[in-house]
């Protein structure tokens, strides 16, 4: 059970990192990250269930809250500086 | 009891499985950014929730299980802001929605 | 047994040359930086490998639990990631400043302007 | 299963560690970075180090982001093209990494219980630690303990790191430029 739900995570990961890795904007990116972590989050959730030692869960708890607060610190770094035209631009 | 815990948090990890699945090819697949946000909102809220509440259902003390409940309610907040917060900040740098007429920025 | 035995340790050379190839082949600076980071993560992985017991767990102590992985390695990484990121700002602040003083963080402009004066 | 995880985890850092060096956006460098921090964290949970994991999480995910992108606000955030094109590098890396891969064949096999390291000093901190110390985890037990004095030498490095960044800023523009603008927030300063 727990086997399934990591390797729904895992792919969910790869796929989300393939969008971070292509994305043509800068948001683009951001919500990679973003959902990155999330997943990283539920992957060591289901990581403690696996290995029969599930009183980690403190670490996926801080984990969602670096996330959140990373997101929004990146956000607020979006109002200055010239990435917004440059990265939406190319690549 | 116990078998029918573990029926439920098989349909709710398929369930939650499945969910984020399909919101990492939507995220992969879907022309712009807002489209995306969207496909990745079904998979960071619903698909997050459906995964931690099927585990939760095989918790064995109770000391894991108000962990993993405060990661689900901790979820169900931040992950809503983190989108929002998202789209206004793409829209506030004026990226354009994509729309059928490609007035917008290519995919 | 045979294949991944040794499958981190590759990685973990595959990432650390990465690290040293951005390093020593790239000009930007902040993309130096990064590779430092990289490379400092690689060692952080190489010594985590090796602490890891295989059927071992976490080294927090309870009850009915036979093997543990070995708690040293970790404990130098944890201080090695700290002064990881004391050097990582350091080396930022050094970054900030070279773009005042010359207005490019390139280091091949940095070497052109340095021999024109 | 534990095993395939952690071959699917390191596979995904080995691809975000070539797309960094192939991308010129270093915001885009930037985020990947922290996906780097956080699938190296993943792979420490993995490989039973679950402080080391916190502590990568708060510091390579957290403070290394936000540090990065105050530097990127203050300078440009495109990397330009190299005039040079980059053989000797990629040929010194190449046999470098070669001659490591050959080193690692002498290593003990991954997750070995008879490796070397894992029989003579750490069984006897397992052992003792927690009647010593009082503390159940290994770990915070030979960090706060019996190595006491080596996280306080950790302290002063930080500590100089700290002064260090004072110095080289305070005599810049850079804490005092954006004060007249905006008071909350000093990209930079924070370090």
């Known amino acids: ?15 989300a990192l393939m969008r971070a890795l292509l994305g043509p904007t800068t948001f683009d990116r951001i919500l990679a990250l973003n959902m990155v ?8 959730a289901v990581v403690g269930f696996l290995t029969d030692r599930p009183d980690f869960m403190d670490i996926a708890l801080v984990y969602a809250l670096i996330n959140f607060i990373g997101v929004i610190a990146v956000l607020r770094y979006t109002k200055y500086g010239e990435f917004l035209t440059e990265g939406s631009a190319e690549e | 009891m116990a078998a029918t815990l573990d029926i439920l948090s098989w349909i709710l990890i398929v369930i939650g499985a499945g969910l984020s699945i399909v919101g990492a090819v939507g995220l992969l697949r879907f022309p712009d950014f807002f489209t995306r946000l969207h496909a990745a909102g079904i998979a960071d809220t619903l698909g997050a929730w459906a995964l931690m509440v099927g585990i939760l259902l095989q918790a064995e003390s109770w000391l894991v299980a108000v962990k993993l409940i405060l990661i689900v309610v901790f979820l169900f907040f931040t992950s809503p802001t983190a989108t929002h917060a998202l789209a206004r900040a793409a829209l506030a740098s004026r990226l354009n929605p994509w729309t059928k007429n490609a007035t917008g920025p290519k995919p | ?8 340790y590759w990685i973990v050379v595959v990432l650390m040359m990465i690290g040293f190839y951005a390093l020593i082949a790239r000009g930007n600076l902040i993309k130096k930086i990064v590779g430092l980071n990289i490379f400092q993560a690689s060692v952080f992985l ?15 102590i309870a009850e009915g639990i036979q093997a543990y992985s070995n708690p040293l390695p970790h404990v130098l990484i944890l201080t090695a990631i700290v002064v990881g990121v004391a050097t990582t700002a350091l080396g930022l ?17 940095i070497a052109q302007m340095d021999s024109e004066t | 299963m534990i095993l395939a995880i952690d071959i699917a985890l390191l596979v995904m850092l080995a691809v975000v560690g070539i797309a960094i060096i192939r991308l010129r956006n270093l915001f885009a460098v930037v985020m990947l970075s922290g996906i780097y921090s956080l699938l190296m964290a993943s792979t420490f949970v993995l490989l039973d180090a679950v402080d080391v994991a916190f502590t990568e999480a708060a510091v390579g995910a957290g403070i290394s982001t936000v540090l990065l992108l105050g530097v990127l606000t203050l300078t440009k955030s495109r990397e330009k093209i190299p005039v040079t094109t980059p053989l000797l590098p990629l040929v010194t890396v190449v046999v470098t990494g070669a001659l490591l891969i050959y080193g690692t064949w002498d290593l003990p096999a991954f997750g070995d219980p008879n490796a070397p390291a894992h029989r003579h000093v750490a069984p006897e ?13 290994v770990v915070t037990a030979v960090l706060a303990s019996y190595r006491g004095y080596d996280t306080l030498g950790e302290v002063t490095v930080i500590f100089t790191a700290g002064i260090g960044v004072l110095l080289l800023l305070s005599g810049s523009g850079v804490l005092r430029r954006r004060e007249p603008e905006e008071n909350d927030d000093k990209p930079g300063g924070a370090a």
């Open chain 3, 1 to 8: 047994m045979e294949v991944h035995g040794h499958f981190n």
């Open chain 1, 37 to 44: 972590g999330t997943k990283t989050t539920l992957l060591i």
């Open chain 1, 1 to 15: 059970m727990f086997t399934a739900a990591a390797i729904g995570i895992l792919v969910t990961m790869s796929l």
């Open chain 3, 46 to 60: 190489l010594f985590i490998s090796f602490g890891k017991v295989s059927g071992g767990s976490a080294p927090i």
């Open chain 4, 125 to 137: 901190y397992l052992a003792e630690a927690t009647h010593e110390t009082g503390a159940p985890n």
């Open chain 3, 93 to 109: 602040a050094l970054v900030v400043r070279i773009n005042e003083a010359y207005g490019t963080i390139e280091e091949n402009e």
